[in-house]
């Protein structure tokens, strides 16, 4: 019996993935605040990994209660063909213009099916949330996973961001 509670045991630890997550506690940030998600730098070899992984946090952002997300992904005819920090920066200057109280800004570290036998994805991703006024960083965390053979690299994003923002200091307005 105790092998076989050990062995369950093995296997749920093997069929969760490997993980990482730091983040530093923060400052309280009200949910319901204008929040801009701003392209994130892509430091990874996978084209628009930046723009995916914007894309898929604006939308877990709005799952989780707050209303007020605006992606800010410029229209680019070709974004293969621009620098990631000067998308960001033209994202940056429209979503002040927009009236962001919060901007979500990071990078992209990682973003691609490992090489081998089975072709895990692996994922690692840095976020900051900044204050629009100033530009002073209000949070900060980033997180890295690696998948098994059969997880798409969707479903290892939708982890790594789904990670990073429950650790967000996000509360519930008054």
């Known amino acids: 019996m105790k092998t076989l509670r ?3 045991w093995l296997t749920l630890l093997l069929l969760a993935g490997c993980s990482v997550i730091q983040s530093q506690e923060g400052s ?6 204008q929040f801009a998600v701003l392209p994130l730098i892509n430091l ?3 084209p628009q990994a930046g723009d995916q992984s914007a894309s898929v946090l604006s939308a877990i952002l709005r799952a989780k209660g ?3 997300v605006t992606l ?3 229209d680019d005819r070709n974004p293969l063909l621009y620098e990631s920090s000067e ?3 033209t994202a940056l ?3 002040r213009n927009d ?3 919060y901007l979500f800004t990071g990078t992209v570290e990682e973003w691609r099916y490992k090489s081998g036998l089975d072709g895990e994805p692996a994922v690692g991703i840095t976020l900051e949330i900044r204050n629009a006024d100033d530009n002073r960083v209000v949070w900060s965390g980033t997180s890295a996973r690696t998948g098994w053979g059969r997880e798409s690299l969707s479903v290892a994003a939708h982890k790594v961001l789904d990670e990073l923002t429950n650790a967000m200091p996000l509360i519930e307005s008054q």
Do not use: C, F, K, V
């Open 28 to 33: 309280p940030i009200p949910e319901d605040g």
């Open 72 to 74: 800010y992904l410029p």
């Open 93 to 95: 200057t429209t979503a």
């Open 87 to 89: 998308r960001q920066q």
């Open 99 to 101: 009236g962001a109280d």
């Open 66 to 68: 707050s209303e007020n």
């Open 44 to 46: 990874s070899q996978t």
């Open 6 to 8: 050990h062995s369950l």
